[in-house]
């Protein structure tokens, strides 16, 4: 908030992700982040009075204030395509709400409404259109939202060490009530495994991750690479949905990043009703030692929200 000491996203999701285990044990999800939001904010004197959706064009979601008392409001783009975003837009609407609004009183209405301009209005991130604080705000609101509805140590022990897989992204996703990308973006950021995740649409990447063993490895996902004519995502007529249930084994000379080429086991899903694509690879452990120790400002991470958020 920006009346004190600035909270750190991560720990606040974790304080209230605690606080939800011990009343509703290890059957808290996926959380009930509209309950949650309602009930810590009810002993404010600013409370969250309306949570709801509708269409906002060009917008995910937005955190209000009411403009004739001290209350805030959250709507958030209901579009029926995108499942699971509705729940993570709210919830960072909600992080907003407990980690950067302004405090409101009743003289902040001593008018009779609300003199001063404090709106959030949470539009998909792309390179140079945010300033740096904006950035670091909408990627603060992010994390709280990751961490509050898909906790580490939960999504950790869902996967027990195993290979990502269509059977485990179907398991979290529902067991958090979050999209599809959400879930393989906060697997992405966790693993210790080199990974990478690439969305991707008429043949180019829009977005995409890799996970920090993979960056050091020379593995960088740039906005606009081209996927290569023997990805699997491309090497046939799919349709619509995951183009096998376990990683496929691929040869070298498919994927080239900047450490080269090697094998890989790939999983891939095409969305006709989405017009997008998402592949998911995977690499073994072992590298050849050389390292690339930062992350070229070309890598499309920041357009991370611009597909999945919420």
């Not at 390179?127 to 509050?148: I, N």
């Not at 619509?240 to 890989?264: A, H, L």
Request: proline share 5%.
């Amino acid at each position: 908030m920006t009346d004190g000491k600035r909270k750190s996203p991560q720990k606040e999701a974790n304080r209230l992700s605690n606080l939800l285990r011990q009343v509703l044990g290890e059957d808290r999800f996926p959380v009930d982040v509209e309950a949650l939001a309602r009930e810590v904010s009810r002993n404010n004197e600013d409370p969250i009075g309306k949570i709801g959706g509708g269409e906002l064009p060009g917008v995910e979601g937005m955190l209000r204030p009411h403009r004739r008392r001290p209350e805030w409001h959250i709507v958030y783009n209901d579009d029926p395509r995108y499942r699971g975003r509705g729940r993570f837009t709210i919830a960072h609407e909600f992080g907003h709400y407990q980690l950067h609004r302004p405090l409101l009183s009743s003289k902040d209405y001593a008018t009779g409404s609300l003199m001063r301009d404090c709106d959030f209005q949470c539009k998909p991130l792309r390179p140079g259109a945010w300033q740096e604080a904006e950035r670091q705000r909408e990627e603060e609101a992010d994390t709280f939202a990751s961490y509050l509805l898909m906790p580490l140590d939960d999504y950790r022990a869902q996967l027990n060490g195993d290979e990502m897989s269509v059977g485990l992204l179907n398991h979290v996703t529902h067991r958090y009530g979050v999209s599809l990308i959400a879930a393989c973006r906060k697997w992405i950021d966790f693993t210790e495994n080199r990974a990478a995740m690439i969305v991707a649409r008429d043949g180019f990447a829009k977005w995409g991750r890799a996970s920090k063993s993979a960056l050091k490895s020379g593995i960088f996902v740039r906005s606009g690479m081209p996927i290569p004519d023997n990805a699997l995502v491309t090497n046939g007529d799919w349709g619509s949905g995951f183009v096998s249930e376990t990683p496929v084994q691929r040869p070298d000379g498919i994927w080239n990043f900047s450490g080269g080429s090697e094998p890989v086991r790939e999983l891939a899903m095409v969305s006709e009703f989405l017009d997008m694509s998402l592949t998911i690879l995977q690499f073994d452990d072992a590298i050849d030692g050389r390292e690339f120790d930062t992350e070229p400002v070309a890598d499309c991470v920041d357009q991370f929200m611009s597909g999945s958020r919420r």
